[in-house]
């Protein structure tokens, strides 16, 4: 029934000030997500001792003038990459969890920390930076704004005509007790 009242041709074309209202009645729909930009170093759980050995690769880090090209060795391979651009939370909660997604964000630019866990084990990170998440202004997303308003129009039109076409049907089903539940257990064994 959704495909045959699907037809939305005759839907108008929303004023700027209908799409305003809309951005201006939910902003936070429209947010940009912050952005981190960071690399990794992964110690993994199949391998002894993860977690002490991701501890003593970043006190070789903090304590010397090792940088973490030299400390690769020290970590397990991964089979994410290891340098990751201008990544919202949900793109590196997809790849390493929530909880990996969430420290990453809390952790300061320019330096290695952890370790941190995630899905696939322990990992020393080094946020090289951070951009804030924010609402951005009705211009920057005018045209998400305008698909967002035709969706609810959409589904609106859908659901009106749905509710229209029930009122001209009368759905009638047997009561449960009258159903002889006995007889369909039967088939079904029968059947299998």
Avoid at 144 to 149: M, P
Avoid at 169 to 180: E, G, I
Wanted: overall charge neutral; some cysteine; proline content about 6%.
């Amino acid at each position: 029934m959704e495909f045959l009242i699907g037809d939305m041709t005759g839907l108008k074309e929303p004023s700027t000030s209908e799409l305003k209202a809309l951005f201006a009645k939910n902003p936070d729909r429209f947010a940009i997500p912050p952005r981190v930009s960071f690399r990794q170093l992964h110690f993994s759980v199949d391998n002894p001792n993860a977690r002490d050995r991701a501890l003593a690769a970043l006190e070789k880090i903090t304590s010397s003038s090792s940088n973490a090209t030299a400390l690769l060795a020290d970590a397990d391979p991964c089979k994410s990459q290891d340098a990751y651009t201008e990544r919202t939370p949900g793109e590196i909660a997809k790849e390493y969890g929530l909880y990996f997604a969430k420290a990453v964000l809390q952790l300061s630019p320019g330096t290695w920390q952890g370790p941190v866990w995630s899905e696939h084990g322990w990992h020393l990170v080094f946020v090289r930076s951070i951009e804030a998440g924010r609402v951005p202004t009705f211009e920057e997303v005018e045209s998400k704004v305008k698909s967002a308003w035709l969706d609810e129009k959409q589904r609106e039109i859908k659901r009106m005509a749905l509710q229209n076409m029930r009122t001209r049907y009368t759905v009638t089903a047997p009561l449960f007790d009258a159903f002889d539940w006995g007889k369909l257990r039967a088939q079904a064994i029968f059947l299998d």
